[in-house]
Each structure stands twice: as structure tokens, then as C-alpha cells.
């Protein structure tokens, strides 16, 4: 079993790295990593974090992009509202709550079975929260491709879907099916604060 611990992160950019050689099963995360991630960084849009393996230091193992975002609870109804700012004290209720976007993962098949996905969720979620940050940050967002097994996958590493059913986000989204097709991706949020402290909610 590998552990990030035993990789070395680097950002794009930051030594030269087989980026084409990078596969992790998904074309348009490939894509991503190998012709638009430094771009992405030198507009601020976003950051790239490649892992490599020290003995193959050209090599990505697994990678990641974070971008600042927010969630716009004025949009939300007043259910989804509630639900999202559920740990939030009433008192403090804000407009928009700040976020980070996981708007890359993706872990090569060869080192597949390592749990690095799961490990460098984890590992977000605190760089996130820890007192070295320099920004409120409050949920950790997902855009996960609309696929049950990813879902699920995202699920268990603690995210929750934003909208119970895929009409309910359809709407959210302005998506029409009929012009735009089958919705592509859901929302996915994990409340932050809860690692910090226990739920206030009993």
C-alpha cells in the first residue's frame, strides 16, 4: 500500500514531469493534466498538484486541481438552504459561504487499489482547515462526473449531494435536457467545520 507520505508533491510547472504518459482512466482528466492544467494555474483560476513516486521523480502517480469557489445560498430553496448551512449558527448565517473546489482528481491505473484517491481527499479537507491557512474556508465542493459508482465513491469519503434527485439540480442548473442532454455532473459538498468540532445538531 502507498500512503501520499511516501510521495512528493509538486505543482505544475515546478519540474519537468511525463505528463503524457499520465493515464488515469478518465480521457477528459488526462486532458486536463496534460494540455490545460498550467494554463488554468497562470490565469489564477485554479492549482495543480501532481504526486510522484521518488524513485521515478518524471512520473505522476496522482494528481489534483483546487480552485477558490463558493456556495450562493440565495439560489438554493429554502430546504437545500437549511441543508447546506446546517452546522452554520443562525447568527452568523452568511449569503455565501466560502468553499474549495476539488475540480481535478484523478490517480493513474497503475497505481490503482492504493487508496490515494481517498487519501488525497482527506488530505484537502485538512490542508483546508488547519490553522496554516490563509483563507476562511468552509465546505469542500465536488462536481462529480453523474455516474452511481462515483457517487458512491465520493459518498463515502464523506461528500453529500446538494439536490436529492437529478430534476431538482436540473432546475438549480437552468439545464434543459432536451437542448443540453443528460446532466453530466452533481454537486457534492462536505461541511468542513465538523473537523474541527462536533455537530451542533442533536
Known amino acids: 500500500m502507498i500512503s501520499l507520505d511516501s510521495l512528493f ?7 519537468p514531469l511525463d505528463l503524457q504518459s ?5 480521457e477528459t482528466v488526462n486532458n486536463f493534466f496534460r494540455n490545460e492544467a498550467q ?7 485554479g492549482k495543480t498538484y501532481f504526486y510522484i513516486h521518488p524513485n521515478n521523480p ?3 502517480v496522482a494528481g489534483f486541481t483546487v480552485a477558490n469557489a ?13 441543508k447546506i448551512g446546517y452546522e452554520v449558527h443562525h447568527q452568523k448565517g452568511l449569503i455565501n459561504y466560502p468553499a474549495i473546489l476539488l475540480a481535478q482528481l484523478g490517480v493513474d ?25 490563509k483563507s476562511g474556508c468552509r465546505h469542500l465542493i465536488v462536481d462529480a462526473y453523474n455516474e452511481p459508482e462515483l457517487i458512491d465513491y465520493y459518498q463515502r469519503n464523506g461528500l453529500n449531494l446538494f439536490f436529492s434527485t437529478t430534476e431538482q439540480e436540473m432546475k438549480y442548473r437552468n439545464w434543459n435536457s432536451e437542448k443540453d442532454g443528460e446532466l453530466e ?8 467545520i465538523l473537523l474541527r468540532r462536533n455537530s451542533l445538531r442533536k
Open 9 to 15: 508533491m509538486l505543482s505544475v510547472g515546478q519540474a
Open 22 to 26: 499520465f493515464d488515469c482512466g478518465r
Open 39 to 45: 494554463t488554468y494555474q497562470d490565469e489564477l483560476f
Open 58 to 60: 518524471t512520473e505522476i
Open 70 to 82: 463558493s456556495i450562493f445560498t440565495k439560489h438554493l430553496g429554502n430546504s437545500r438552504q437549511k
Open 109 to 133: 491505473i497503475k497505481y490503482k487499489g492504493n487508496h490515494l484517491g481517498e487519501q488525497i481527499i482527506e488530505f484537502v479537507t485538512k490542508w483546508f482547515t488547519n490553522n496554516r491557512n
Open 185 to 192: 455532473t452533481r454537486l457534492m459538498y462536505r461541511d468542513l
